[in-house]
């Protein structure tokens, strides 16, 4: 027997192990009553629009739907003139800050942040991928001292895309 994930960086976090040791008779692994028991299948389909975004293009840029939503198609042309380049408009719109998706989270392990990020970006980099076979982006995950806490952005690499006769990238772990 083989295990292929998708996501193999994924682990447990430890908030829902703690909910499993507290539980009469203890969970382990408890991720999937958690669900069973604390989730409401609307949380499920709320959390696909971020973890699968709708994408806006607008001229030639993609835009990360979440943060278009409210936009006009004149603002936004009007937001890219004032950037440097097309990538940079890119990049810089279509950032996330992991922290301001989960404001109100009281218990705070960072690596549930960060556990978070990761998986956004690799199912960013999927639906791009899936959406527009036909053109590369680069998805980047970063938190340093200048971010606040886990940021993904993408933006599209113009002198990369995939011609008609090309095929599209591996999903697939390289």
Known sequence: MKVVDPISFWSE???IVEWGQKCKPPI??????????QLHP???IILCRVIFPAFVIVGDYTLLGLNAEGHSEHNLLDFSRQAQSASEFEKDFNTLKVYDLFSHARVI???????????????????LSLTFPERTY????S???RDYGPTISFSRCRNADHSAAASPPSLGAT
């Not at 680069?138 to 995950?141: A, N, P, Q, R, T």
């Open 13 to 15: 976090p430890s908030a």
């Open 28 to 37: 382990a692994p408890a991720w999937q009553d958690y669900i069973n028991f």
């Open 42 to 44: 609307d949380d499920l």
């Open 109 to 127: 392990h960072e690596e549930s942040f960060e556990a978070a990020a990761q998986l956004l970006k690799k199912s960013w980099e999927m639906a």
């Open 138 to 141: 680069s998805v980047v995950l």
């Open 143 to 145: 938190n340093t001292d």
